[in-house]
Structure formats: C-alpha cells, structure tokens
C-alpha cells in the first residue's frame, strides 16, 4: 500500500474529555489533531472520555486535519476498550503509547485485521522511553511492512525526560543523540517523525527556537499542548524561498528529456544527483499540499 503524503507540521494534543477544546477542533488550522485518551484523561473520566470521542467522530464525519487517537496501552485496564472504542471511530491512525518493542505495534495491527479494520486505520508509535530508544531501529523497521500499518513515530520528550532523570533544558543538549537517532531509525523505516511538546506555551520565543532547532534536525512537525503554537510550527517545518527555488530548479531540470536517464547534472554550478531531486520533489510536493505551487 503506498502511503499518501500528509503535512504533519503542526500536531495538537486535545483531551478526549475536554467538550469545550473539542468543540473548537474544526476552526484551527493544525495539520492532525491526537484526540487524548491517555495522559490527559484522568482514571475515573476514561469511560466518558471514549463515549464523548464516539459521539464527536459520529457528528464530524471528516475534518481538514489529520485525525489520530491516543489510546492506553494494551497493558493497561483501559487499553483493550480504547482500541474498540479508537477502531469503531475511523480515525485515520492509531497513537500507541509507550512503544517499547516491534511485538507492541504488531499486536495491535493484528488486532485491526483480525476485526476487519479499514487498512486506511494507519498506526503511529510514541517512543518515549529508555528502552524504546534502544529498539527504536527495529520498530521503525516495520515501516517497510506494510501488514504493519505503521506511518509514524512520536518522541515523548517529557516521558523520555521522566525516565531517564535528564533535564529538559534550553536547547536540548542532553537530548540531541536520542532525537537524532529516533529520527535516523524513523528514515530508515520510511516513516515520518514529529518532535515532541515544548510544555511553556507561554515562552514563544522559546518555542520558536525548539520548532527551528527541529526543523533543522529533519522533524516533520512538532506536537503541540495548546493551539497558540499552530502557527509558529505551520511556519517553522516550511522550506524558506530559497530552499524551494532551487527544489524547483532540480525537478525541472530532470524532467528535460535530455535528462532523463542521467543520473547525475550540472545546475547552476552544482552536481545535482537523482538522491537531490528525491528530496527537491517532497519539498515540492508539501508546498502543492497547500496549494502554493
């Protein structure tokens, strides 16, 4: 099954049990949307908070952003009903949490298919924990299956931070290595990857600054815990004019005919290889998401 380009830039957490922050889905401008049936529901509210998500998918049969819902793990005495719950709601994926090996995803893709789930039901992982950093390459391996059902992965820097006792500073000097190699794994597998939250929704300065530093890094978007960060990541995880210009240079140029089978041209100076037009194409094609040809 070959996946469909989606813009992930900007992807908002919103609580499963907050009607009001529900109600407001349709009028922001994220790209997905995770409906929280996890962290940001409490014990006692789980039950409501599937009966308030089946009732909301029902009325909003479709919507601009990307769908996704976050259940409790299988391990948990939440899990079993929140993927019933998730399944019978026609999200487009499936947050799993806490995804500590490749079994955690499979389990749940054999789920879907033993229940004659949609294959359009696509799952995403969190890694936010020690050990699903260490097995974060044969997770995102399952990328390449496509019984898998996997599309994405989801670094849970808070959780990560939590484990592990390090602190999430200014910069994230501590945390580099383990983003770079969940995204490095995430690439490998084919998969998209999105940063994890910045909690000070207040400092846009200096949530700014981590959009930047994740873009750079190769994030295709970063999650969100309130809707004043929508715009910033929408801006942030574009290329700049320049960068486009010359993707745009590149597609055109092998598309002459006298190009076509060469592997490598000069443009404007440069030796441009078929591995540059790869990229210069995904960055065309996320500008014509948005209709900016």
């Known amino acids: 099954m070959t996946k469909p380009f989606r813009l992930r830039r900007s992807v908002l957490y919103v609580p499963a049990s907050n009607a009001k922050a529900l109600a407001k889905v349709a009028s922001l401008q994220a790209d997905a949307v995770i409906f929280d049936l996890e962290d940001a529901v409490a014990p006692e509210a789980k039950e409501a908070a599937r009966e308030s998500l089946r009732n909301y998918f029902h009325a909003q049969?479709?919507?601009?952003?990307?769908?996704?819902?976050?259940?409790?793990?299988l391990d948990t005495e939440w899990g079993a009903e929140d993927l019933l719950a998730a399944r019978a709601c026609r999200p487009d994926a499936i947050l799993l949490p806490k995804v500590q090996t490749p079994q955690d995803v499979t389990n749940v893709a054999e789920v879907l298919d033993d229940t004659d789930a949609s294959e359009n039901i696509r799952l995403w992982a969190m890694i936010e924990t020690a050990r699903g950093i260490l097995?974060?390459?044969?997770?995102?391996?399952?990328?390449?299956?496509?019984?898998?059902?996997l599309d994405c992965l989801v670094v849970g820097t808070n959780?990560?931070?939590?484990?592990?006792?390090?602190?999430?500073?200014?910069?994230?000097?501590?945390?580099?290595?383990?983003?770079?190699?969940?995204?490095?794994c995430a690439r490998a597998g084919k998969l998209?990857?999105?940063?994890?939250?910045?909690?000070?929704?207040?400092?846009?300065?200096?949530y700014?600054?981590?959009?930047?530093?994740?873009?750079?890094?190769?994030f295709d978007g970063k999650s969100l815990v309130h809707p004043t960060?929508?715009?910033?990541?929408?801006?942030?995880?574009?290329?700049?004019?320049?960068?486009?210009?010359?993707?745009?240079?590149?597609?055109?140029?092998f598309a002459q005919p006298e190009n076509a089978n060469k592997g490598v041209i000069s443009l404007a100076g440069k030796m441009i290889e078929r591995l540059h037009l790869e990229t210069a194409q995904k960055l065309v094609t996320k500008m014509e998401a948005l209709g900016k040809n």
């Open 61 to 73: 049969s479709a919507t601009r952003a990307e769908r996704i819902i976050r259940i409790n793990g």
């Open 192 to 206: 998209d990857v999105i940063d994890g939250v910045f909690n000070d929704f207040a400092d846009l300065a200096g």
């Open 229 to 253: 960060q929508i715009e910033p990541a929408n801006v942030a995880f574009l290329p700049d004019e320049q960068a486009l210009s010359e993707a745009r240079a590149i597609v055109a140029a």
């Open 135 to 149: 097995n974060v390459d044969a997770i995102a391996e399952l990328g390449l299956r496509s019984t898998a059902r």
């Open 208 to 218: 700014a600054d981590e959009c930047a530093q994740a873009a750079a890094m190769g």
């Open 159 to 184: 959780d990560i931070a939590k484990e592990t006792g390090t602190r999430l500073e200014k910069g994230r000097a501590f945390f580099v290595a383990w983003l770079m190699q969940v995204l490095l």
